[in-house]
């Protein structure tokens, strides 16, 4: 094969994808394409009730509306190649492999760092309320959404970098069902223990700081919560972080199973399952978490609906 680098002899690889469908890939692309249109759908549909409303624009929906985003792109970065894979398409270039990982990474980090400002947010608005006004003004919110996204895009750069490194000489079969770093590493043909310790330091280091700060806030939250003496004004209280908490635990589970590890001895099959669960079914369900867990998004959400189903009865009416 041509040469791209001075470090490799591949210069494209094969994304193995779902080897063990036994002839259900046309059922699989379609059941794909559906959750990746519903997704898209309805993070579309989230950003434009927020934006539409000028009294939802606080910042707990202008960071939902960040979120959902986000989340459009995250997606775009994996299941397209998916659906192109399951078609047969299974080739990537070593540049095109390389960049899937750093932009899949880069958005999953400024995720991250997201939901542990939106956890600050919460913090602010349960346990400071007068404060509140004054501190979380809108130059603070664009300056944490902005320090979010410096993190994500400046995160991954070091494995990035070793992973280029790394010589491929051998097989250039991805046991995986998207490019990223444990399945090229598990590829190369130099020594990798290196890859694995800066992986593993920087994805510990960027997970665990988000998450003690999130543990952190909550513990807060809810210590101020139950100081509240009514039962509604606990309930509310608890309400307004109901959702977040959920997305929360969603997908720094399925995360902190996935990179926060010293070895790759871990099965093909285990990555494969945990990848389809923080890449396809947690960015599916974050859309339908805000709506159905947020009162204010899904009184609006069910106008719109009602809006659009007469607004179709007096055209076919017509």
Same mark, same amino acid.
């Given at each position: 094969?041509?040469?791209?680098?001075?470090?490799?002899?591949?210069?494209?690889?094969?994304?193995?994808?779902?080897?063990?469908?036994?002839?259900?890939?046309?059922?699989?692309?379609?059941?794909?394409?559906?959750?990746?249109?519903?997704?898209?759908?309805?993070?579309?549909?989230?950003?434009?009730?927020?934006?539409?409303?000028?009294?939802?624009?606080?910042?707990?929906?202008?960071?939902?509306?960040?979120?959902?985003?986000?989340?459009?792109?995250?997606?775009?970065?994996?299941?397209?190649?998916?659906?192109?894979?399951?078609?047969?398409?299974?080739?990537?270039?070593?540049?095109?492999?390389?960049?899937?990982?750093?932009?899949?990474?880069?958005?999953?980090?400024?995720?991250?760092?997201?939901?542990?400002?939106?956890?600050?947010?919460?913090?602010?608005?349960?346990?400071?309320?007068?404060?509140?006004?004054?501190?979380?003004?809108?130059?603070?919110?664009?300056?944490?959404?902005?320090?979010?996204?410096?993190?994500?895009?400046?995160?991954?750069?070091?494995?990035?970098?070793?992973?280029?490194?790394?010589?491929?000489?051998?097989?250039?079969?991805?046991?995986?069902?998207?490019?990223?770093?444990?399945?090229? @590493? +598990?590829? *190369?043909?130099?020594? $990798?223990?290196?890859?694995? #310790?800066? /992986?593993?330091?920087?994805?510990?280091? =960027?997970? !665990?700081?988000?998450?003690?700060?999130?543990?952190?806030?909550?513990?807060?939250?809810?210590?101020?919560?139950?100081? @509240? +003496?009514? *039962?509604?004004?606990? $309930?509310?209280?608890?309400? #307004?972080? /109901?959702?977040?908490?959920?997305?929360? =635990?969603? !997908?720094?589970?399925?995360?902190?199973?996935?990179?926060?590890?010293?070895?790759?001895?871990?099965?093909?099959?285990?990555?494969?399952?945990?990848?389809?669960?923080?890449?396809?079914?947690?960015?599916?369900?974050?859309?339908?978490?805000?709506? =159905?867990?947020?009162?204010?998004?899904?009184?609006?959400?069910?106008?719109?609906?009602?809006?659009?189903?007469?607004?179709?009865?007096?055209?076919?009416?017509?």
């Amino acid at each position: 094969m041509m040469t791209t680098s001075n470090q490799s002899l591949v210069s494209q690889f094969i994304i193995l994808g779902f080897p063990n469908l036994g002839g259900a890939e046309v059922l699989f692309f379609i059941l794909l394409s559906i959750i990746y249109i519903f997704t898209l759908s309805g993070n579309v549909l989230v950003i434009s009730i927020i934006c539409s409303h000028r009294h939802l624009h606080v910042p707990l929906y202008l960071f939902v509306v960040i979120l959902s985003f986000l989340e459009i792109w995250y997606t775009g970065v994996t299941i397209p190649k998916m659906l192109m894979n399951l078609l047969n398409e299974k080739m990537i270039s070593y540049v095109g492999c390389l960049l899937q990982i750093y932009f899949f990474h880069s958005l999953g980090i400024t995720e991250t760092y997201l939901l542990t400002a939106m956890a600050y947010d919460r913090y602010m608005a349960i346990c400071n309320p007068l404060r509140y006004p004054s501190i979380m003004t809108n130059c603070c919110f664009f300056q944490l959404a902005a320090c979010c996204w410096v993190v994500g895009f400046f995160g991954p750069l070091t494995q990035i970098i070793l992973l280029s490194r790394l010589s491929f000489c051998h097989s250039n079969t991805i046991e995986h069902i998207f490019c990223d770093f444990t399945p090229l @590493i +598990k590829l *190369a043909c130099s020594d $990798t223990s290196l890859n694995v #310790t800066v /992986g593993f330091a920087i994805n510990s280091f =960027l997970f !665990f700081l988000a998450f003690v700060c999130i543990i952190l806030s909550y513990l807060n939250i809810i210590s101020a919560v139950l100081k @509240i +003496k009514t *039962a509604e004004g606990r $309930t509310k209280a608890f309400s #307004t972080c /109901g959702a977040h908490l959920t997305v929360v =635990l969603l !997908f720094f589970g399925s995360v902190g199973f996935m990179y926060v590890r010293l070895t790759n001895n871990r099965s093909v099959n285990y990555d494969r399952v945990m990848a389809v669960i923080y890449s396809v079914l947690t960015p599916m369900c974050n859309p339908i978490i805000y709506s =159905l867990r947020n009162r204010e998004i899904r009184i609006l959400l069910r106008k719109k609906i009602s809006d659009l189903f007469r607004g179709f009865k007096s055209v076919s009416q017509d």
